[in-house]
């Protein structure tokens, strides 16, 4: 279809062009004529439909001629939905007719950095969408949200869900919502209903929604995918010829960790073999086969098995990343291609953005009898007494939370492999803002704990929580700098990064600057990843978390106090909030947990090499020697390290694990 309308394009003459209406836009074509990646790009060179023929059915269904009224993709993080579908969209929409446009981001940040990084020097560079917009040299970033077209008989429009006043008082005849499963309910209601009224006054009207998943139970784009006809991608089997979707259970049943490099696909016909060598003859055989009869609009999904630029091997090897599987079970093939590919730190993370399909999460809590009596049954060489910390290479962290009568504070080791063992938990019978509760509290920052060999070590990093008592808080924090103490307030949207550094304002609301000691905690993902974690029974997988001899039943009812539960608006859009598993139960163990693991983020526990781990092990594991120097001056240099670094970047949503020396220490660089 799309070379064909080249071709045809090629044979009208200017004067038949005139006398003509224009040929339907071909949304493929258009991308042939118009995009070529760059030298940085996996496949360099002139786009291609015979590399991507999974995205020509999407092209034609979202085509104006086209009569659906709404499209769904659903898909992972690497299938180029940008380049590939939403701006080719826009340009040939506006190339065809003339239009006003909308497309919808999560966030103004998103937004904005959709204009300036995607939009913006694929419209310069591209003459068909020059000749549409004009040159947008010298625009103001206003001008960027609302490009009117060069004859002026349209417009672009780029909103923020997060703005209702952006999504209302404008029509436009096609809408884009581009990563829906982000945009978050606001008090003037659900973006994703005020997006589409947009498109209301016109018949022949298109809705776009566009995204990987997140949640299963209130992702958006899984709701709009499963109201959908569900469309699959089915390819020929390379022995037999049998049509069948690639699926992740398929893939996932053949995994050897032994041989990640040899990851397959099995045909369910003939029980051959596909190996990552068929994959681009499938594809190019391949077709979309619909599997809701009812559904009401063309849906499609799509992952990375399909991916042009991605091998089978590097899906394998996050797996086997998310999951733990040792290191050592890697070829060196294999483990160089981790290095490159690894994007999914959690479960979810690998869910979404590698499989493209909504995470499951438990919304009941971890039954509190079990996990006291896992912890309190546990082999006595795999424990150790409160206050006593392992001899191997962890960061001291402890979370602090604050109440009128008392501050409690939980002690945890961080260690690598995203391991963790609690240490202990003190109740300071003080108010933070009392001359006692922070001598309290600076006693607890001189305080050293031994390791099970004799070292001893100070925390590395306090953080505080500051949603309540804020002033009392930050006064003294203060006293301390931000590279053991930190404050920390969770934030409401459930969506952003981990931590992210406030914002310092003046009285008239105008930012001064970035907070280096305040920062906002997503503490819904971190409550949901650590809930996860905390189901794994085998100290030695990823995740695992360890508790020191004797918490107490308190502790453990604490600690799984809250579950998440989704809520049904009217409208029908679900969102899902953290509660109190009964009414009356206390949280603080959980909260405190939260803050602990903050701090031990903000020191970098997710983005450590293992080189690094290996350096903090020799270290912190080692006997003490005799007539050893001051060990608290000895911790030091692991702060100021992981400070240097962290400081310039605000981190990133899941702080992918460090490409290339997070904390900028050579590998067998003596660390204290
Ligand atoms: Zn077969």
């Known amino acids: 279809m799309g070379m064909l309308a080249a071709a045809e394009a090629v044979v009208f003459s200017a004067a038949a062009r005139a006398m003509l209406p224009p040929p339907p836009p071909d949304i493929t074509a258009w991308c042939e004529a118009n995009i070529v990646f760059d030298d940085r790009s996996p496949m360099p060179g002139p786009f291609r439909i015979d590399r991507f023929p999974f995205l020509r059915e999407i092209h034609a269904v979202l085509s104006p001629e086209h009569p659906a009224r709404e499209v769904t993709v659903r898909g992972s993080a690497q299938f180029g939905k940008t380049v590939s579908i939403i701006q080719p969209t826009l340009g040939a929409w506006h190339s065809y007719t003339a239009l006003d446009s909308l497309v919808v981001h999560p966030t103004q940040t ?31 970033v206003d001008a960027m949200f609302n490009m009117e077209t060069v004859e002026r008989n349209g417009s672009l429009k780029v909103a923020s869900a997060g703005s209702p006043a952006d999504l209302t008082g404008t029509s436009r005849r096609l809408v884009i919502g581009d990563d829906i499963s982000k945009w978050e309910m606001s008090e003037k209601g659900d973006p994703e209903a005020l997006m589409v009224s947009r498109a209301q006054a016109f018949e022949e009207a298109k809705v776009l929604r566009i995204s990987t998943p997140l949640v299963k139970g209130t992702c958006r784009i899984t709701r709009a995918f499963d109201r959908s006809d569900q469309r699959f991608f089915h390819v020929p089997c390379p022995h037999c010829g049998t049509m069948a979707p690639l699926t992740w259970e398929n893939f996932r ?46 849906g499609f999904h799509l ?31 294999t483990a160089e291609g981790l290095k490159k590919q690894v994007e999914a730190e959690t479960e979810q993370v690998f869910w979404n953005d590698v499989l493209g399909l909504p995470y499951e999460q438990a919304s009941k809590g971890p039954d509190w009898e079990a996990l006291r009596d896992r912890a309190e049954h546990a082999p006595e060489d795999e424990t150790l007494p409160q206050g006593i910390l392992p001899a191997t290479g962890f960061i001291l962290a402890a979370g602090a939370d604050c109440q009128a009568d008392r501050i409690e504070v939980q002690i945890v080791a961080f260690g690598r492999n995203l391991q963790r063992r609690v240490i202990g938990y003190k109740v300071i019978p003080h108010y933070v803002g009392d001359e006692d509760g922070r001598a309290a509290l600076d006693a607890l920052m001189k305080e050293t704990w031994r390791t099970e060999r004799g070292l001893r070590f100070p925390l590395d990093m306090l953080a505080i929580d500051s949603g309540a008592f804020t002033e009392d808080v930050k006064a003294w924090a203060k006293r301390y700098p931000a590279s053991r103490v930190i404050h920390v307030k969770g934030a409401v949207s459930a969506t952003g990064p981990v931590l992210l550094p406030m914002r310092e ?24 990843d650590f809930y996860a974690w905390l189901a794994k029974a085998d100290p030695l997988e990823r995740g695992f978390v360890g508790f020191a001899r004797a918490m107490g039943d308190e502790y453990f009812r604490q600690l799984t106090a809250e579950v998440r539960v989704l809520n049904r608006s009217r409208s029908g859009v679900v969102t899902s909030s953290w509660a109190l598993a009964e009414a009356g139960r ?78 900028g220490l050579q590998p067998g660089k003596k660390w204290f």
């Open 253 to 298: 049943a053949s995994l050897d960790p032994e041989r990640l490099h040899a990851a397959h696909f099995t045909c369910d016909a003939c029980g051959c073999v596909i190996t990552h060598g068929d994959k681009e003859a499938m594809v190019r055989g391949g077709q979309w086969v619909p599997s809701n009869p009812r559904g009401d609009h063309p």
């Open 110 to 140: 998103a937004a904005k950095e959709w204009v300036m990084n995607k939009w913006m020097p694929m419209r310069r560079s591209t003459p068909a969408l020059r000749e549409i917009f004009g040159e947008g040299r010298g625009d103001n």
């Open 505 to 528: 304002r003046r009285a008239d609301g105008k930012v001064i600057r970035t907070s280096r000691q305040g920062f906002m905690l997503n503490v819904s993902q971190m409550k949901a």
């Open 303 to 333: 992952w990375g098995a399909y991916a042009p630029q991605r091998d089978w091997a590097s899906i394998a090897v996050a797996y086997a990343q998310v999951m733990g599987w040792t290191s050592a079970t890697l070829t060196e093939a």
């Open 586 to 663: 206390r949280n603080e163990a959980l909260d405190t947990m939260n803050y602990a693991e903050a701090a031990a983020r903000r020191k970098g526990w997710t983005a450590l090499t293992d080189d690094q781990w290996h350096a903090l092990s020799d270290e912190r594991g080692a006997a003490p020697a005799e007539g050893q120097g001051d060990l608290f001056d000895a911790a030091v240099p692991l702060v100021a390290a992981a400070e240097q670094k962290t400081d310039q970047t605000p981190e990133a949503p899941r702080e992918t694990p460090a490409k290339g020396g997070f904390l």
